[in-house]
């Protein structure tokens, strides 16, 4: 069974930093991907970051583009979002993902298994 638990969420002023981390457990796979989306209220869930677990390949969205950063941790099964420079607009419940497939994707319904969310707010 897999399960994806993410945690770091929280409020931070404007300019600020979070890093975000998912813990995965189950994914007994060598090909997957890891996705990181976020949903605010009222908008359709967007993607933020996706990189392969085996390396090679991340893809991030001109949104978040420089100011995002995602990195693993193989022993730990967890991989990382490093938020910098937040802005209010990232204001939003952040979803990670995991995608089994050889290809990737950056749409929500190419990935299967979700995480309960943590909540990112940015104060201006």
């Known amino acids: 069974q897999v399960q994806l638990v993410e945690s770091g969420g929280g409020l931070v002023q404007a300019g600020g930093s979070l890093r975000l981390s998912c813990v995965t457990s189950?994914?007994?796979?060598?090909?997957?991907?890891m996705g990181w989306f976020r949903q605010a209220p009222g908008k359709e869930r967007e993607f933020v970051a996706a990189?392969?677990?085996?390396?090679?390949?991340?893809n991030y969205p001109d949104s978040v583009k420089g100011r995002f950063t995602l990195s693993r941790d193989n022993a730990k099964n967890t991989v990382f979002l490093q938020m910098n420079s937040l802005k209010p607009e990232d204001t939003a419940l952040y979803y990670c993902?995991?995608?089994?497939?050889?290809?990737?994707?950056?749409?929500?319904?190419?990935?299967?298994?979700w995480g309960q969310g943590t909540q990112v707010s940015v104060s201006s």
């Open positions: 990189i392969r677990w085996s390396g090679g390949w991340s």
């Open positions: 189950g994914l007994t796979v060598s090909n997957y991907y």
């Open positions: 993902a995991a995608r089994i497939a050889i290809l990737p994707s950056i749409r929500p319904d190419g990935y299967t298994y």
